[in-house]
């Protein structure tokens, strides 16, 4: 995420975690939601060996790949100047970067013992990955528009105050829902989402949301709310008839190419892939994923993302506190063009479109976040354009 909407998301994220000591103080294993927000205290060394084995940690299901494979041809190799990118991963515990310009490889750097066939855990990159099935479905005609009400495809939100939330404002996190974000308050939203008991088989998300009572009218007020994109992940299951591993291997990893299977975690009282992270694929897969978005969401020639969709999530729909920069369907974007998936602990699949450049990175940074880490990957952003606006890579399309 960028600064200033960071601070208040990421901050609060830990602070949810702080308000599980009381609960796993109790006679009883901690959940898996517990044991996943504990993640976030990990020491360094636990998060580099354990970030790249999630999917073996978790309960987790796999997107297979097919036998086709999108080639990643090797480009002119791109310098970024004397020890630049050793000193960009050393200190931030960077595990791979991989930099495409037309399609071709033109940088690729693996650190930590991680290498090309292992996976790293995304955290929130899987946000913008689970937007993106949802803008196929709607494409798919799974979903039928983005005026459609959440009640229309989860019925137990229909005597809630998400039953006439629409899927854009899900989407723009304009739901109107009340949500609490004072981190400092074990007692908030977020803080006690995941810790209840499962109720009738429901995701822990959606019994939770189901209860929060409307604050304004739907549309009119930005508020970020970490729970809707486990709801998002949730109606697109629900509209597809299928887990989100399973349509994502059905439309984007077996069909575009992807290389290895990656994995999603699944929630422990239903079963459903966790639309809001979880998500691990190989550096590789992650820089064809950023591909895919930069063809125009086109396999083949043909478009597999609604136009509707990729209109609206590539441009700023709403607002943040960073000049320049906004919001799209759960993508980040900035005035240039550019945007990005965005995820903590330094995961990143970046797109500028102006320059056929893509961007994947994965780590462990030594914290969630901090203005001196979002910091040093905005330089390292801007030294990749630099380097390859003075060594340009001919387009052979």
Same mark, same amino acid.
């Given at each position: ?10 901050? %609060? ?133 983005? @005026? ?13 105050? /998400? ?12 739901? +109107? ?46 508020? /970020?709310?970490?729970?809707?994109? @486990? ?33 999603? =975690? ?19 897969? $992650? ?23 990729? @209109? ?8 943040? !506190? ?5 919001? +799209? $369907? ?5 005035? @240039? ?14 797109? !500028? ?5 893509? =961007? ?10 901090? !203005? ?9 952003? %801007? ?15």
């Amino acid at each position: 995420m960028y600064p200033g909407i960071r601070s208040r998301l990421l901050v %609060a994220v830990l602070c949810l975690a702080v308000a599980l000591p009381s609960t796993a103080r109790e006679p009883h294993a901690p959940t898996i939601g517990q044991q996943r927000e504990a993640v976030l205290f990990w020491p360094q060394a636990q998060r580099e060996a354990q970030f790249r084995r999630m999917y073996r940690r978790f309960p987790s299901d796999r997107a297979a790949h097919g036998t086709h494979v999108h080639a990643l041809p090797p480009g002119r190799p791109l310098t970024l100047g004397e020890g630049v990118l050793a000193r960009y991963m050393g200190p931030r515990h960077i595990a791979g970067v991989m930099v495409l310009q037309h399609g071709r490889v033109r940088l690729q750097r693996y650190a930590l013992g991680f290498g090309p066939a292992q996976r790293w855990e995304s955290f929130s990159v899987a946000k913008s990955v689970t937007s993106t099935l949802l803008g196929i479905a709607l494409q798919r005609g799974d979903i039928h528009g983005m @005026d459609d009400t959440l009640g229309t495809y989860i019925p137990e939100l229909r005597d809630s105050a /998400y039953a006439d939330v629409t899927v854009q404002q899900l989407l723009t996190m304009t739901s +109107g829902v009340h949500w609490n974000e004072d981190y400092a308050d074990a007692k908030s939203d977020v803080a006690q989402m995941y810790l209840g008991a499962c109720v009738d088989g429901q995701a822990h998300v959606l019994s939770y949301l189901a209860k929060q009572p409307r604050q304004w009218p739907a549309g009119t007020h930005w508020n /970020y709310n970490t729970a809707e994109t @486990d709801l998002l992940g949730i109606l697109v299951q629900r509209a597809t008839h299928r887990s989100l591993v399973a349509y994502l291997s059905q439309t984007i990893w077996k069909p575009y190419g992807m290389a290895s299977d990656a994995y999603w =975690i699944k929630d422990e009282c239903d079963g459903s892939d966790t639309g809001g992270s979880g998500l691990s694929a190989t550096l590789g897969d $992650y820089a064809r994923l950023g591909q895919f978005m930069l063809d125009g969401g086109r396999i083949a020639g043909r478009p597999v993302v609604a136009r509707a969709w990729l @209109d609206g999530a590539l441009r700023r729909q709403e607002n943040v !506190d960073e000049p320049g920069r906004g919001y +799209g $369907y759960l993508w980040w974007t900035d005035s @240039d063009g550019s945007y990005a998936a965005i995820g903590i602990f330094g995961q990143l699949v970046y797109v !500028d479109p102006s320059r056929q450049l893509v =961007i994947a990175q994965v780590g462990a940074w030594p914290h969630a976040t901090s !203005d001196a880490l979002m910091a040093a990957r905005r330089e390292f952003v %801007a030294a990749v354009k630099h380097a390859v606006d003075a060594q340009p890579e001919k387009s052979t399309r």
